[in-house]
């Protein structure tokens, strides 16, 4: 059969210590040999959405046309619905749990055209019980899609509105302040906040960040190495500003975890040069989740 899609890109929490990935590419493949599979990551720890929909969503502009197999997926088993869904004309499908997890990579390019629920069981593998997901819906459905089975038949249609939405938090500006969010802590221990440059524009070059009761003086840069000894705040590869140091893992050295708090305020003139240490208290305003 003439192929409709050539590629499954996979991201799960599963991890490498198992077989679990292994059997989900397996299952892709028996059902259609010349599919081309490529790992994401499924280092997203386990049952964390959040993160998997935040990794997602940084992959998606970047990911080849075809099937996104995306599964974290610590309600399975229960009612939550299993989708797939439709973007860019047709151009790619988004397969996995309606947990929140695809919403944000749905919404990174430019939304849902069409939704399904994997409801016919005609396109799953015979389950001998409910928790394994990946393997008996998700990826059956992935590789009949790769084989041109067209969306409409894995289940009945549904509103793109009645997805569950994503949960990536929205920074809140107080005029003088900006109180966001770690999203992301990378391998070289870079703090991503849900920031633009756009976002603290009116704040100026020179920062000071608050982390509960801890604070640092810090500065916008354009590059780690431009950095030497300070704190910055540097534009990362997606758009977005990272808490860093030069050579050093700023989340470890500033006991940075995702999810915390990070109030960004405008330096004053009788401050200190940036890279200063000090307490102070503060109550952070909690922008929207």
Known sequence: MKHRYSTVSFLSDYGTGDEFVGVVKSVIRAIEPEVAVIDITHEISP???RAGSLALARAAQYLVPGVVLAVVDPGVGTVRRAVAVEVGSGESVLVGPDNGLLAAAVGMVGGADRV?????????????????????????????????????????????????????????????AVAAQVLWVDRFGNAQLNVGP???????????????????????ATSFAELGADVGLVLDSYGLLAVALDRHPAAVDLGLSTGDEVKIEALGEGDGPSGGVGPVAVDINRGPR
């Open 47 to 49: 049952h964390d959405v």
């Open 116 to 176: 399904v629920e994997l409801t016919d069981a005609e396109y799953h593998l015979p389950s001998p019980g409910a928790t394994f997901a990946g393997r008996d819906i998700f990826a059956p459905v992935a590789a009949h899609l790769c084989a041109g089975v067209p969306l409409e038949a894995f289940g009945p249609m549904l509103e793109p509105s009645s997805l569950q939405p994503g949960m990536i938090p929205l920074p809140f500006d107080d005029g003088d």
């Open 198 to 220: 756009d976002d603290v524009e009116h704040l100026g070059d020179r920062l000071r960040l608050v982390m509960g009761e801890r604070s640092r003086l810090a500065r916008r």
